[in-house]
Antibody, heavy 126, light 107 residues
Framework: ELQLVQSGAEVRKPGESLRISCQGF????????ITWVRQMPGKGLEWMGR????????YYSPSFQGQVSMSVDTSITTAYLQWSSLKASDTAIYYC???????????????????WGKGTTVFVSS | DVQMTQSPSSLSASVGDRVTFTCRTS??????LNWYQQRPGQAPNLLIY???SLQSGVPSRFSGNGSGTDFTLTISSLQPEDFAAYFC?????????FGQGTKLDIK
């Protein structure tokens, strides 16, 4: 079955490090970018960036550049989102999603997120 | 960044109603616009991509329209399961920004 399985909820203190995961099943993992989306409590969706599992190329939204890092391990079809020093403002649900593309001859493909994980809740508090 | 503005922020409607949401972008983005539905406590779900293409498995009562800077999502006849939040997203320029969302609830 085509799915992304995310790791469980985490509770941390400010200043601690954290890595959450997103494992892909049912498709060729290396062929699709993985994106990460943040949803703070009661708020909307924020696109954090994406990683290409085939070469680990990453793009970070300027809002998240330097705040998080993305990585992959294609041998276990898993993507990671990592913090070196958490803040209380990192409290949120974090979703991973697969980025699909629809070709548009002569132009950039259409990109959209067609498969989503269920989300990982991260709670940061002293 | 491309700024996305959705309207209205919230909307009350009844089962069977026809509703339309609007998404406006700060610069032209062609048809590089996606719509997602998010039910309470669930992950988002893709409805429409490339402004008007219906994602596989999504009911045909959902439709998308528009290009350039102005886009709409229409639900032709509301069903109970449609009461949720709806988000637009552009994929024309990185970062692929979202609108702030429209919350649809039962009148």
């Amino acid at each position: 079955e085509l799915q992304l399985v995310q790791s469980g909820a985490e509770v941390r203190k400010p200043g601690e490090s954290l890595r959450i995961s997103c494992q892909g099943f049912g498709y060729r993992f290396a062929n699709y970018w993985i994106t990460w989306v943040r949803q703070m409590p009661g708020k909307g969706l924020e696109w954090m960036g994406r990683i290409d599992p085939s070469d680990s190329y990453t793009y970070y939204s300027p809002s998240f550049q330097g705040q998080v890092s993305m990585s992959v391990d294609t041998s276990i079809t898993t993507a990671y989102l990592q913090w070196s020093s958490l803040k209380a403002s990192d409290t949120a649900i974090y979703y991973c999603a697969r980025m699909e593309s629809a070709p548009r001859p002569g132009y950039t493909s259409y990109f959209y997120m067609d498969v989503w994980g269920k989300g990982t809740t991260v709670f940061v508090s002293s | 960044d491309v700024q996305m503005t959705q309207s209205p922020s919230s909307l009350s409607a009844s089962v069977g109603d026809r509703v339309t949401f609007t998404c406006r972008t700060s610069r032209p983005i062609g048809s590089y616009l996606n719509w997602y539905q998010q039910r309470p406590g669930q992950a988002p779900n893709l409805l429409i991509y490339a402004a008007s293409s219906l994602q596989s498995g999504v009911p045909s009562r959902f439709s998308g329209n528009g290009s350039g800077t102005d886009f709409t999502l229409t639900i032709s006849s509301l069903q109970p399961e449609d009461f949720a939040a709806y988000f637009c997203q552009q994929s024309y320029l990185s970062p692929y920004t979202f609108g702030q969302g429209t919350k649809l609830d039962i009148k």
